[in-house]
């Protein structure tokens, strides 16, 4: 079965800029969750979104945000790009509300310059 | 509040060596626990967890680690090391009522020499 696909796999933006990134979880998926990871500040959790309600958020200024869609996929925003936003963007997916059982997609490498 | 430490950044082992990989945890409830392998440029792969059944759990390619709730630790052990095992390791904390949120640890780099 299909994993867990981000896109895009690589991004480069400017200082001040937005963009979208985008997860489509496993079929039959319904918890999406979110992760930024960087070499200083390693994997941390950034939102999860269950059927379409966002359950939990991590400790990230408002300029990032997310929403899912009724079909599960979830897109995560971020504007006023800072350079501190370089990062790998990690995808989660699991098929119940607790599995505990989470499948992460390859992510979105973002560069900002 | 949960947290997770990770002894040791970089480890590096003999191909056919033991790999033992450190992980402890801080959790005010009972915790569920997950080691994940990450390969360059590639995500995140699960390679065990644990959520509260056996405290000896076996996970893909080998490796399985053990419970112990005395020393707070779960650390991830494999008898043989292979070349295909260089990677990042990640231990992860989650709880029940945490909305699916993984608390990760800082990593742990393993180099297998031949």
């Known amino acids: 079965k299909a994993g867990v696909t981000q896109t895009p796999r690589y991004l480069i933006k400017t200082r001040g800029q937005q963009v979208t990134l985008s997860c489509s979880p496993i079929s039959g998926h319904r918890s999406v969750s979110w992760y930024q990871q960087t070499p200083g500040q390693g994997l941390q959790f950034l939102f999860e979104y269950f059927s379409e309600t966002q359950r939990n958020k991590g400790n990230f200024p408002g300029r990032f945000s997310g929403r899912q869609f009724s079909n599960s996929r979830s897109e995560m925003n971020v504007s006023t790009l800072e350079l501190g936003d370089s990062a790998l963007y990690l995808c989660?997916?699991?098929?119940?509300?607790?599995?505990?059982?989470?499948?992460f997609g390859s992510g979105t490498r973002l560069t900002v310059v | 509040a949960q947290s997770v430490t990770q002894l040791g950044s970089h480890v590096s082992v003999s191909e056919g060596a033991l790999v033992l990989l450190r992980c402890n945890y801080s959790?005010?409830?009972?915790?569920?626990l997950f080691w994940y392998v990450q390969y360059p440029n590639q995500g995140l792969q699960l390679l065990l967890k644990y959520t509260s059944a056996a405290t000896l759990v076996k996970g893909i390619n080998g490796f399985e680690a053990e419970f112990k709730k005395s020393e707070t630790s779960f650390h991830l052990t494999k008898p043989s090391a292979h070349m295909s095992d260089a990677a990042e390791y990640f231990c992860a904390v989650s709880f029940s009522g945490g909305y699916n949120k993984l608390i990760f640890g800082a990593g742990t780099r393993l180099a297998v020499h031949p």
């Open positions: 989660a997916s699991s098929r119940v509300e607790y599995d505990y059982g989470y499948t």
């Open positions: 959790s005010s409830v009972p915790p569920y």
